[in-house]
């Protein structure tokens, strides 16, 4: 798969993402690749997740999309994206060897891991960045949803509901459409 001129992200999207306008073209490019991997390959919900890491990729001073081959930050992103959510684990759905990925996109599976540690390190994302966790891993992600009250960590499931949509509302914890699951255990 190559970048082509015909791109699926709008620039309505990639305004609501905060994408500076000088690298807008870019990242459409990227976002049309990952869009048709996703749409192919995986789901709906990967190909957000992907939007979402391209835009925080793209407000990075200097931004490391200003450099190099488009079709390969395609490919790192996926990478990044299925690293986090365990695309790689054959027990997840959906599910997708590291090798398909690098043929689909027609990057070295060495190349793709390597931007994609790049694209951790940039970012200083955490191995299971609740930010890029897929809904059904964020639900019992066991760090996404402790915050701190009266100097005591707690999970924020296990407070009143006044204190929850209040530690949404500040970004402490994951917005989930569904109402959030009572803690594991």
């Keep these: 798969m190559t970048v082509t ?106 190349t793709m891991a390597n931007k994609a540690g790049l694209i951790r390190r940039t970012l200083r994302l955490d191995p299971h960045e609740p930010e890029l966790c897929r809904r059904e891993l964020l639900e019992h992600h066991p760090y996404a949803w402790f915050v701190e009250l009266d100097e005591l960590i707690v999970d924020v499931r296990t407070l009143p509901l006044p204190l929850q949509e209040e530690a949404r509302r500040r970004g402490l914890v994951p917005s989930l459409p569904a109402s959030p699951s009572p803690p594991p255990g």
């Design 5 to 110: 001129t015909t791109t699926t992200a709008s620039a309505t999207d990639l305004a609501s993402l905060r994408v500076p306008k000088a690298l807008r073209d870019d990242v459409a490019a990227i976002a049309a690749v990952t869009n048709e991997v996703c749409r192919e390959h995986l789901d709906e919900q990967y190909a957000e997740l992907c939007r979402r890491l391209l835009g925080k990729l793209a407000r990075k001073r200097p931004s490391p999309l200003a450099r190099g081959d488009l079709n390969t930050w395609a490919a790192a992103v996926l990478y990044a994206l299925g690293s986090i959510n365990f695309l790689f684990d054959p027990t997840q759905r959906p599910h997708l060897r590291a090798d398909d990925l690098a043929r689909l996109t027609g990057v070295a599976k060495s």
